[in-house]
């Protein structure tokens, strides 16, 4: 279930479980996943897209693994907030993945994370080689972050 807010993804989530969020491109999805208590997101793991059933069961597999609750799905808006071809191919993602497995899933304004984590990433002298293995599931992990962040505040 796609739900509307920040807010309503973080009351959905049973108390104790985790959230995973995904970064989903159109080579690979990167992941990250939540503490139970909601407040820390670290990189998970990359998932090399094949097609989307296969796709589908890699990450039930690891939401089953982890025990989570929730999904935060990083959309990629176009800089002024509009809608472009790869933000329909997420939400359209999305809605094929939760009618597979029905669970509370927010879309969350993922503008510029890879490049923010790319940034920083370079900035730590990290080599090419490595930065390509990890950007997808640190840039999760920015975007998850960011989604925890916000629900943090309101509590």
Do not use: C
Request: net charge positive; hydrophobic share 45%.
């Amino acid at each position: 279930m796609l739900v509307g807010s920040p807010q309503e993804l973080r009351a959905a989530v049973p108390p104790g479980r985790r959230v995973i969020g995904l970064d989903v491109g159109t080579k690979t999805i990167g992941l990250a996943l939540s503490d139970t208590r909601l407040v820390i997101a670290s990189p998970l793991d990359t998932i090399r897209r094949r097609r989307f059933r296969d796709d589908a069961a890699a990450l039930f597999a690891l939401i089953d693994r982890h025990e989570a609750g929730g999904l935060v799905i990083g959309l990629p808006l176009s800089l002024d907030g509009s809608d472009s071809p790869r933000t329909q191919s997420v939400r359209q993602f999305a809605r094929n993945l939760l009618a597979l497995r029905d669970m509370p899933a927010v879309l969350w304004d993922e503008r510029m994370s890879t490049a923010a984590v790319t940034r920083e990433m370079i900035a730590h002298d990290m080599t090419r080689k490595r930065r390509a293995e990890i950007v997808d599931r640190v840039a999760a992990a920015y975007i998850l972050q960011g989604f925890l962040d916000a629900v943090g505040r309101a509590n």
